[in-house]
């Protein structure tokens, strides 16, 4: 009998090496190469008999993408591009906590209800711990079908036997394939059991949700190689200690990426939030300095985002920037701005930003709101509440225009805001706002901000 062969793959990166070494020549890291081993279909070293091999003209081959199956949750099926695909393969990804469970566990219910077979394989929980919840969610009767297997022969014969038109794996990295060598969890591991289970989600034309836990760095464990096999990629984001959660894809073969789906998690599961246009604004008093308004665009969906500023005198010879829910690196440099270009004098000042609701703001529309909020908490002044502040700050301290800032406008005007300040370079229609121009940031600052303290 031929000796069993083995080869090394990087846990990290999956760069395969012919054998084992301390560091992994591809992705530099040490310690994470684990030796495997070689199966003949793998290795490819037995051809098997040739399958029978052919070409369809394309007009013949079946459209599946036309029939989806909508999951009953607007704002789900809002990210996925108008619900669940036959045969595609949705990765779900969230940190632990987020929801992911309870947001397919409701899905799973209203597909079911709608007539499809559902089968719900819960490798991570305890059938009662999943009727639990399926209680407090009150979806118990809805007709899901549940397993707990956590071996993908098993998920694989459950599947046969029931033909289910919808599969929910919750989740990849706890189903193991005894087949393969590697720990559960590892890369290997998901990896194969993705594969296996995407391979069976196109023969049987069967839609797949797989839910894939995102690690501390914010990587959906098992680095990368699950996006690559699956068709769609979701992300749950959003504060555990806010109620708010918004629904992100960030790769779709079937719809538009960048949709965002907003819910809420409340005593009885999540609840799909429609207008949520003006949740991320606080309730501070009209005359609490360090606050502007700005209107961002998740996606297609425009919210009306507050950010904050908090500026403390320091003795210290370095004061602090610290930034939650913005970029730290932007709201250093907005700061040198503002003290460089504006006159805010922030150099025995430490700076502290921050949005409210647990929202993430990465895009430029966001610069002017926040240098307004820095300005009126270092000179005392406040900014108005009817006002959104639409502008990317340069580093000359320059206004300059941000992508649809007429439709950002539009959306403001219908969410009641009365004042809009947009740079001089604007040229488009107010939509019923009182619209303030200004060429730079010093301009923009003493236009809005009263009353003004002196310092
Ligand atoms: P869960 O779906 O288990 O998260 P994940 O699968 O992403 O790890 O739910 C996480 C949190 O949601 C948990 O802390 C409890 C809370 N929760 C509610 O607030 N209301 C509910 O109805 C349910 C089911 C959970
Ligand atoms: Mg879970």
């Not at 393969?89 to 709608?114: H, M």
């Not at 939650?324 to 701005?337: T, Y």
Request: net charge negative; glycine share 12%.
């Amino acid at each position: 009998m031929a000796k069993a062969r083995t080869r090394a793959r990087c846990t990290s990166c999956d760069h395969v090496e012919p054998r084992w070494v301390g560091r992994c020549p591809a992705c530099g890291e040490w310690g994470t190469v684990e030796e495997e081993a070689v199966t003949p279909a793998a290795a490819g070293s037995t051809p098997t008999a040739r399958p029978a091999a052919r070409a369809t003209p394309l007009h013949e081959v079946a459209a599946h993408a036309d029939r989806r199956v909508a999951s009953g949750l607007d704002e789900l099926d809002r990210v996925l591009g108008g619900g669940l695909v036959p045969g595609s393969v949705v990765l779900l990804g969230g940190e632990p906590g987020a929801g992911k469970s309870t947001l397919l566990l409701q899905a799973a219910d209203a597909i079911a209800r709608s007539g499809s077979t559902v089968l719900y394989v819960s490798a991570e929980e305890s059938a009662g711990q999943v009727r639990l919840r399926a209680e407090r969610l009150g979806v118990l009767d809805g007709g899901v079908l549940l397993a707990t297997h956590a071996d993908l022969s098993a998920v694989t014969h459950v599947v046969e036997q029931h033909d289910p038109g919808v599969l929910i794996v919750d989740s990849i990295q706890t189903v193991r394939d005894p087949e393969t060598t590697g720990v559960p969890g590892g890369v290997g591991q998901v990896r194969d059991c993705a594969t296996a289970l995407t391979r069976l989600a196109k023969e049987r034309a069967m839609a797949t949700v797989l839910v894939g836990h995102v690690t501390k760095e914010g990587a959906l464990a098992g680095p990368r190689v699950l996006e690559h096999l699956v068709d769609a990629v979701c992300e749950l984001e959003g504060d555990r200690h806010h109620a708010l959660r918004l629904l992100r894809a960030t790769k779709n073969r079937f719809g538009a990426v960048g949709e965002v789906g907003c819910f809420e998690m409340t005593g009885s599961g999540l609840t799909g939030v429609v207008d949520a246009g003006r949740l991320f604004v606080g309730d501070t008093h009209d005359d609490t300095a360090g606050v502007a308004v700005t209107l961002a665009l998740e996606g297609h969906r425009p919210l009306a985002s507050e950010v904050q500023a908090l500026v403390t005198h320091t003795g210290a010879p370095n004061p602090r920037r610290a930034a939650s829910g913005l970029d730290g690196q932007r709201v250093q440099l907005l700061a040198a701005v503002c003290q460089e270009r504006a006159q805010v004098n922030l150099r025995e000042h430490d700076l502290y930003a921050s949005t409210v609701g647990g929202l993430r703001l990465a895009e430029p529309a966001v610069d002017l709101a926040l240098c307004l909020a820095i300005a009126s908490a270092r000179h005392g002044g406040t900014v108005p509440r009817d006002l959104v502040a639409l502008a990317e700050v340069g580093l000359a301290g320059e206004l300059r225009l941000v992508t649809q800032t007429e439709r950002r406008l539009a959306e403001a005007a219908r969410l009641g805001f009365r004042r809009a300040l947009v740079p001089s370079a604007y040229d488009g229609g107010a939509h019923g706002l009182t619209l303030v121009q200004e060429p730079d940031l010093g301009r923009a600052i003493a236009a809005v901000t009263t009353p003004r303290r002196s310092d």
